[in-house]
């Protein structure tokens, strides 16, 4: 039994840490491939170090570019690698372009792929992660999903034959790392002096809040306007596209630094007051670690996190500021995230027949 998995941006790296433990401790041969869509140490090799997860057995380096050129790189170089490994599944996560490329090559060559995260939908279907989605989800011949409401997208996409509910290897990871962490303090909040509590966490990195200035300005304006220190933990895109218009990530409330490891993260997440972002791991990291949650998106994937009242959805600068003072949400026992153990699942359903 070989599985290949087929990986290239941040939140992909979190997800792989799982299952490349669980495929190691089920004797599973599992070969990595890194597509190179990121290519920072921060928002790459920092992960595989933090992680434990072995260093990567093929490395693609494609970089960035527009989504076809870049989409289209991986789809080349693709070829070659599936049919040296001659994988009994391809393994492909999420909703990134080297998501859709992998799929889409390994189905072309008759490989069996599996969708890790299958079943998310924003509905938004100007958002490049949703074709990335949709088109995996249809492509696959397994779809791992990792909550009921994914499910039941799915379902009613005619997949259901195709699906199973595993629960969701972010959790697993998480809950490792917060253990891990045992309340040690926080490198952000020591390195800047700041207040336990006294600050929120922000990332935005999405293009539809970062590709228009008009948009971006206003975000940024927004988070600047806080009643609180807002760090926020810039990806390159952010970086680039606001040098680019000439908008200061650093100005009122708001301060610019760089991304952070993913113990950090979570250290960070839990010494603050909220967390304002676009990111879908993070609304759900939020979550898990009991601290409110501030979307800056017109719609979320993670709609539990909403019906919770641990997250709302934010799209004006009114509504940031409205939504990181509220009250605090009431708590609750529920797991819609699963158990933790997502990624024995994952390799109990490949290594199956
Ligand atoms: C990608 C995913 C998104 C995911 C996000 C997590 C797609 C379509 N989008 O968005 O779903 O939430 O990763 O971070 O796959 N750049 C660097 N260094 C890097 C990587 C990127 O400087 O290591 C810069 C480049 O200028 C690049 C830009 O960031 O053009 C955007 O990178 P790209 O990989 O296209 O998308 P992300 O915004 O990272």
């Not at 290949?4 to 990595?32: D, M, T, W």
């Not at 079943?119 to 990792?146: C, I, K, Q, W, Y």
């Not at 998480?174 to 926080?186: E, Y």
Request: glycine letters at 8%.
């Amino acid at each position: 039994m070989k599985i290949v998995s087929v990986v290239g941006a941040r939140p992909q790296f979190v997800k792989l840490a799982p299952i490349a433990h669980a495929a190691a401790a089920a004797g599973v041969k599992h070969v990595i491939v890194h597509t190179g869509q990121h290519y920072d140490a921060m928002l790459s090799d920092v992960f595989f170090e933090d992680l434990g997860i072995p260093a990567p057995d093929v490395h693609l380096g494609v970089g960035s570019g527009s989504h076809g050129v870049q989409t289209g790189s991986m789809l080349a170089a693709l070829d070659a690698v599936f049919d040296e490994h001659q994988p009994d599944w391809v393994l492909v996560y999420g909703d990134t372009n080297s998501t859709v490329a992998a799929a889409l090559s390994a189905v072309k060559l008759h490989f069996p792929v599996a969708h890790l995260e299958a079943g998310l939908r924003s509905f938004n279907r100007r958002m490049p992660e949703e074709h990335n989605r949709v088109l995996t989800d249809h492509a696959a011949d397994l779809l791992l999903a990792p909550t009921q409401v994914a499910v039941d997208h799915l379902a009613h996409e005619g997949l259901a034959e195709r699906t199973i509910l595993v629960g969701d290897v972010m959790t697993d990871v998480l809950f490792d790392v917060r253990d891990g962490l045992a309340g040690a303090p926080s490198v952000l909040v020591e390195e800047l002096g700041l207040e336990p509590e006294g600050f929120y966490v922000a990332t935005i990195h999405r293009a539809e809040n970062t590709d228009d200035p008009e948009r971006l300005r206003a975000v940024v304006e927004g988070l600047a306007g806080l009643d609180r220190p807002v760090i926020l933990l810039a990806h390159p895109r952010v970086v680039a596209k606001a040098a680019a218009h000439g908008i200061d990530l650093t100005q009122g409330s708001l301060h610019a630094h760089a991304p952070l490891a993913y113990p950090d993260l979570i250290a960070a997440v839990q010494a603050s007051a909220g967390v304002v972002t676009d990111s879908g791991g993070l609304q759900k990291e939020a979550f898990l670690l009991r601290v409110p949650c501030t979307t800056v998106r017109t719609e979320t994937e993670w709609v539990e996190t909403i019906e919770l009242g641990w997250n709302v959805l934010a799209d004006t600068a009114a509504e940031i500021a409205a939504g990181v003072s509220r009250p605090r949400p009431a708590d609750t026992d529920e797991t819609p995230y699963g158990d933790g153990h997502a990624a024995e699942r994952v390799i109990e359903a490949l290594t199956a027949g």
